[in-house]
């Protein structure tokens, strides 16, 4: 069974940084597609980040541009979600979906076939 599996999620104070983790089990993560979504209450799901199975193609929301990095380590079968300078508007439920085409990066749903359970992130003071 193709899983996915989130973490890295926590309580952080505005300025602060979390790094999350998306692994895989069941299978490897090498030709897929990786994108970072959130959501928080009473909000449509958002697509944060993305990057392509090579790791050549990135994309991000607005945002959350140049203060999230996405990159990928398909050695240990793992993506990260680096989040520097956290903002109470960051706080949500964050999930990693793949998808089986590799060679793209996108940030709609509709993209991706797997899902993990999601991991929180609360940012206040």
């Known amino acids: 069974q193709l899983q996915l599996v989130e973490s890295g999620g926590g309580l952080v104070q505005p300025g602060g940084s979390l790094r999350l983790s998306c692994v895989a089990s069941?299978?490897?993560?090498?030709?897929?597609?990786i994108g970072w979504f959130r959501q928080s209450p009473g909000k449509e799901r958002e697509g944060v980040s993305c990057?392509?199975?090579?790791?050549?193609?990135?994309d991000y929301a607005d945002s959350v541009k140049g203060r999230f990095t996405i990159s990928r380590d398909n050695a240990k079968i793992a993506v990260y979600l680096q989040m520097n300078s956290l903002q109470p508007e960051d706080t949500a439920v964050y999930y990693c979906?793949?998808?089986?085409?590799?060679?793209?990066?996108?940030?709609?749903?509709?993209?991706?076939?797997?899902w993990g359970q999601g991991t929180q992130v609360t940012v206040s003071s």
């Open positions: 069941g299978f490897t993560l090498d030709y897929y597609a």
């Open positions: 990057i392509s199975s090579s790791g050549g193609r990135t």
């Open positions: 979906a793949a998808s089986r085409i590799g060679n793209m990066c996108a940030r709609r749903n509709s993209a991706y076939e797997y």
